[in-house]
C-alpha cells in the first residue's frame, strides 16, 4: 500500500506576510503619481501601509471578540438544550439540512459570530446522531448547511459594515 506524503501547507502568517508584500509591489508598480520615481515611492507605499495597519487595530479587536464570544455563547448550556431539541425531531438528512440552514440563518442574523461558529456545532451534533442511529446522512452537505449564514450576517444587526458605518467619524 502506498504511503500517502503530507503535504506542507504554509502558516497564516506566511500567506499574510505573501500577500502583504504581493500587494505592495502591486501598489507600488501600478499607482506611481507623476513626477516620482520608483525608488523615492516605495517609502510612501510602506508608510501608506503602516498607518492603515494600525488604523484598522480597533476593529480587528471588534471583530475577534464577535467570534470568541460567538464561540462561548454557542457552548453555552442554553444553546447546547436547543440544538438537542433540534437534533432530536429530525430523522432524515433532508430533514436535518432544513433545519441546519434555518437555524444558521436565524442566529447569524442576530450575530455573525455566533452564527459562524453554531453552524459547524449544530452540523457536527446532527452528524453524530445519525451516526448513532445509523441514518444515513451527507456530511459535507450538513457542513455547507453550517455556512449558510454567511449569506445573511453582512446584513443583519451585527453585519460589521453596518455597525462601522454608524460610528461617529468612520474611516
Given at each position: 500500500?502506498?504511503r500517502?506524503?503530507?503535504?506542507?501547507?504554509?502558516?497564516?502568517?506566511?500567506i499574510?506576510?505573501?500577500?502583504?508584500?504581493f500587494?505592495?509591489?502591486?501598489?507600488?508598480?501600478?499607482?506611481?503619481p507623476?513626477g516620482?520615481?520608483?525608488?523615492s515611492?516605495?517609502?510612501?507605499?510602506?508608510?501608506?501601509?503602516?498607518?492603515g495597519?494600525?488604523?484598522?487595530?480597533?476593529?480587528?479587536?471588534?471583530m475577534?471578540?464577535?467570534?470568541?464570544?460567538?464561540?462561548?455563547?454557542?457552548?453555552?448550556?442554553?444553546?447546547?438544550?436547543?440544538?438537542?431539541?433540534?437534533?432530536?425531531?429530525?430523522?432524515?438528512?433532508?430533514?436535518?439540512?432544513?433545519?441546519?440552514?434555518?437555524?444558521?440563518?436565524?442566529?447569524?442574523?442576530?450575530?455573525?459570530?455566533l452564527?459562524l461558529?453554531?453552524g459547524?456545532?449544530?452540523?457536527?451534533?446532527?452528524?453524530?446522531?445519525?451516526?448513532?442511529?445509523?441514518?444515513?446522512?451527507?456530511?459535507p452537505?450538513?457542513?455547507?448547511?453550517?455556512?449558510?449564514?454567511l449569506?445573511?450576517?453582512?446584513g443583519?444587526?451585527?453585519?460589521s459594515?453596518?455597525?462601522?458605518?454608524?460610528?461617529?467619524?468612520?474611516?
Amino acid at each position: 500500500m502506498a504511503r500517502l506524503r503530507s503535504i506542507g501547507l504554509p502558516s497564516p502568517l506566511a500567506i499574510a506576510a505573501s500577500l502583504t508584500l504581493f500587494t505592495m509591489l502591486t501598489a507600488w508598480t501600478m499607482t506611481l503619481p507623476q513626477g516620482k520615481s520608483l525608488v523615492s515611492y516605495f517609502p510612501d507605499i510602506f508608510t501608506f501601509w503602516q498607518k492603515g495597519v494600525w488604523s484598522l487595530l480597533t476593529f480587528a479587536m471588534q471583530m475577534m471578540l464577535m467570534l470568541c464570544l460567538g464561540y462561548v455563547l454557542a457552548l453555552s448550556p442554553f444553546v447546547d438544550r436547543m440544538i438537542t431539541r433540534m437534533v432530536r425531531r429530525c430523522a432524515s438528512n433532508h430533514s436535518a439540512v432544513f433545519v441546519i440552514c434555518l437555524a444558521t440563518l436565524l442566529v447569524a442574523f442576530f450575530n455573525w459570530g455566533l452564527g459562524l461558529i453554531f453552524g459547524a456545532i449544530i452540523s457536527r451534533r446532527f452528524g453524530e446522531h445519525f451516526s448513532r442511529m445509523g441514518v444515513a446522512f451527507n456530511y459535507p452537505l450538513m457542513g455547507a448547511a453550517g455556512y449558510t449564514g454567511l449569506m445573511v450576517w453582512h446584513g443583519g444587526l451585527s453585519g460589521s459594515a453596518p455597525l462601522k458605518v454608524a460610528e461617529p467619524g468612520h474611516f
